[in-house]
């Protein structure tokens, strides 16, 4: 007897550097495709997987979650070592598990965590891959203080790219914006219950323009309120950002 359909849901990890995003591509370089290419060798039939939500080219993940329906009749340990025999090193499975028939990886969701590195100088070849190099030195009390203008639910329009946000709701819940400091390294950290494209970057490019005093923190607020972007309000390179956890 042929095994039930089932919902699967996958929480996996990628180096984003090799690929062009994780939504697929017409040339098939994207996370989604290699992995849907590896489900395909499992089950012999295309699989459609259902992300959280795209992230860029050159942006990484610690915790992006995607679903997929499949019959499997051997366990969830033996599918997710079949899915993992093949994938190229970049990319790691790191959960697998039977998911309830109504479950979204996007519409499930309840908010995400991202990180941003950056570093204060030149960083060696092992960390420059992973964050945004800053040569001037930062004014971080000004940057705190346009932190805290930001946090909270506001229309986050002027944050993120333009040509997406087009008959977008653009309110967004900025939950957490903290950061981090050791050594010449700055992790910063946001949560909320939603983030709108590029929006995370746009937010850590702002604060970076506000600690090298390109922009205020009084600035921020009137930017937030005019809802018009300025060249000041630059968008942090990719290479920084992780996607670090879905919250369902």
């Not at 653009?170 to 709108?196: C, K, P, Q, Y």
Request: proline share 6%; with cysteine.
């Amino acid at each position: 007897m042929e095994a039930p359909l089932q919902r699967w849901r996958c929480r996996c990890a990628y180096d984003g550097a090799p690929f062009a995003g994780w939504q697929s591509q017409a040339g098939g370089r994207a996370v989604q495709d290699v992995i849907e290419a590896q489900l395909a060798r499992v089950f012999h039939r295309p699989v459609r997987i259902h992300g959280s939500g795209r992230t860029d080219a050159g942006v990484h993940a610690r915790g992006q979650v995607f679903h997929f329906d499949a019959a499997w009749r051997h366990g969830p340990a033996k599918l997710a070592a079949a899915l993992r025999s093949r994938l190229p090193p970049a990319i790691q499975i790191a959960a697998l598990r039977p998911a309830a028939p109504d479950f979204h990886a996007r519409f499930s969701a309840r908010g995400k965590i991202y990180s941003y590195g950056l570093f204060l100088g030149d960083p060696d070849p092992f960390t420059r891959p992973y964050v945004w190099a800053v040569w001037r030195p930062l004014q971080w009390a000004e940057m705190e203080r346009a932190a805290a203008l930001l946090r909270g639910r506001h229309d986050f329009r002027v944050f993120a790219a333009w040509n997406r946000t087009a008959g977008e709701d653009t309110v967004r819940d900025l939950r957490r914006l903290d950061w981090r400091r050791r050594g010449r390294r700055v992790r910063f950290t946001l949560e909320a219950d939603g983030f709108l494209y590029k929006m995370v970057r746009g937010v850590v490019g702002a604060l970076v323009a506000v600690g090298e005093g390109k922009l205020s923190a009084d600035d921020i607020g009137a930017l937030l309120h005019s809802r018009r972007r300025v060249a000041a309000v630059q968008t942090a390179p990719p290479q920084g950002l992780v996607l670090e956890r879905v919250l369902y």
